[in-house]
């Protein structure tokens, strides 16, 4: 590129992150926080991507070549997040100032903190951490003025925990609230005022705080009892709707919810999907088996799709959003085929008009040109593209130069991919020296893209 990195204090840094839905029992394939984070620039040039490796706790840190796509691993890469035996290390995630990353280890109940040098390129252990003597913690969320972290203890009888993040990235506990009996990820509003986080199993419930802006305590508010087990949260970008899912009833196996976010308190009011007598219901996502991935909502708001799997039924199911009710209709040649087995979770392209779905047992990426009217899907040309052994689902970083594909089945691809998209056509290409060799069994991935 050629250019130096402006002032600090003036920089705009994105991610984008991969989520697993469970980083301790066994490989998942969600992205709950992608509605959150579509604000693309052309002048964002991603520079760190960080792969956690769940078979041997320990993350992965590369630094970018923004002109190639190429990967070049850190000095002291791979990091230990836990003792290698224990394994299971989550999703990475990274503060929005582009100074720190976190990765939690579910059954050590821990929260490992690095620092990240973007001058000279540096990984460094963050002194005090990592925090301890949590229950079974599950990937963080971080409101987008790096103040606030807030993490699920996925066990019987967790809590939703808050810290501070200190000068230095350091983390303190300034709070714990009710989220279930096993809460599931926690996720962030657009604005930062409110956190939202559904349980696991138990309450079948979805808990709404707000945030106070200046301590990051939570007030909780009115929260909806519906019939999940699992929730997996999106949020549509400007705030107004929140959309989870579950594995118990619905058709072969799942539901997908939506609730309208009251603007002042954070409040949950449920959508009634089908209109009709016997109280509000969510909508049945078709012939797929339970624990589908999170839904992923366009950069518009517009259209929702969430990856279906198994059962027979590979395919991407597509849903038009009424911004005023918060109501769900199929779009019409709805559920999309994919070409191959075990469908990831989708990455939708920061410009809206291109959609990415791994196929796990297949080894390969669809690649899906996205209709600006209906939302309707078509193939795009050389699809599907040749992956590694096992992809998890695509990640994008936020200028939408490149795709990168973590390769892990049960632990045999070990390896990261790496293409480059064309803004035009949306067709990906492989970059030189991909795929690049990562820990044992990558799983989450989060890519740090600076203004430079």
Do not use: W
């Amino acid at each position: 590129m050629g250019r130096s990195l402006r002032y600090p204090g003036l920089r705009i840094f994105t991610l984008t992150l991969a989520f697993f839905f469970s980083c301790f029992n066994g490989r998942t394939d969600s992205n709950p926080e992608l509605a959150l984070l579509f604000i693309r620039s052309s002048s964002l040039v991603p520079r760190f991507v960080f792969v956690s490796n769940r078979q041997v706790a320990s993350l992965s840190a590369f630094s970018i070549d923004p002109a190639s796509g190429m990967l070049s691993q850190v000095s002291g890469s791979p990091f230990a997040i836990g003792p290698a035996s224990g394994g299971s290390a989550c999703q990475p995630v990274v503060d929005l100032s582009g100074r720190y990353v976190y990765n939690a280890n579910a059954p050590g109940g821990s929260i490992y903190g690095f620092s990240i040098d973007v001058a000279s390129r540096t990984i460094s252990s963050i002194p005090g951490m990592p925090v301890t003597g949590l229950n079974q913690t599950l990937p963080v969320a971080i409101d987008s003025r790096s103040r606030y972290v807030f993490a699920s203890e996925n066990n019987s009888g967790g809590f939703l925990k808050e810290f501070t993040i200190g000068s230095n990235g350091g983390l303190t506990q300034i709070g714990s609230v009710n989220g279930g009996t096993q809460p599931s990820y926690p996720i962030v509003d657009t604005f930062d005022r409110f956190v939202f986080v559904g349980d696991f199993s138990g309450t079948n419930s979805a808990y709404p705080y707000k945030i106070d802006p200046s301590t990051g305590g939570l007030t909780v508010g009115a929260n909806p009892t519906y019939n999940a087990v699992s929730s997996l949260p999106a949020i549509e970008p400007s705030g107004r709707l929140l959309f989870m899912q579950n594995t118990a009833g619905g058709v072969n196996g799942a539901l997908l919810y939506s609730f309208l976010i009251d603007q002042n308190s954070g409040g949950l009011a449920f959508v009634d999907q089908d209109l009709m007598t016997g109280g509000p219901q969510g909508i049945g996502l078709p012939a797929t088996t339970p624990n589908p991935p999170a839904p992923v909502v366009t950069p518009d708001g517009r259209f929702l799709y969430v990856s279906l799997t198994q059962n027979g039924n590979n395919g991407v199911a597509g849903y038009s959003i009424d911004y005023s009710s918060g109501r769900l209709t199929a779009i019409p040649g709805h559920p999309f085929a994919t070409t191959g087995d075990t469908v990831q979770q989708p990455a939708i392209h920061p410009s809206g008009r291109f959609m990415y779905v791994a196929n796990s047992s297949s080894s390969t990426i669809d690649a899906f040109a996205i209709n600006s009217s209906t939302g309707a899907l078509s193939a795009i040309a050389g699809s599907p593209f040749s992956a590694g052994t096992g992809p998890g689902p695509v990640v994008i970083d936020r200028g939408g130069y490149f795709a990168f594909v973590p390769n892990n089945n049960s632990g045999a691809g070990n390896t990261v991919s790496v293409f480059r998209i064309d803004s035009d056509s949306g067709v990906l290409r492989q970059v030189n020296g991909s795929p690049f060799t990562a820990g044992t069994g990558p799983l989450g991935i989060a890519v740090a893209s600076y203004t430079e």
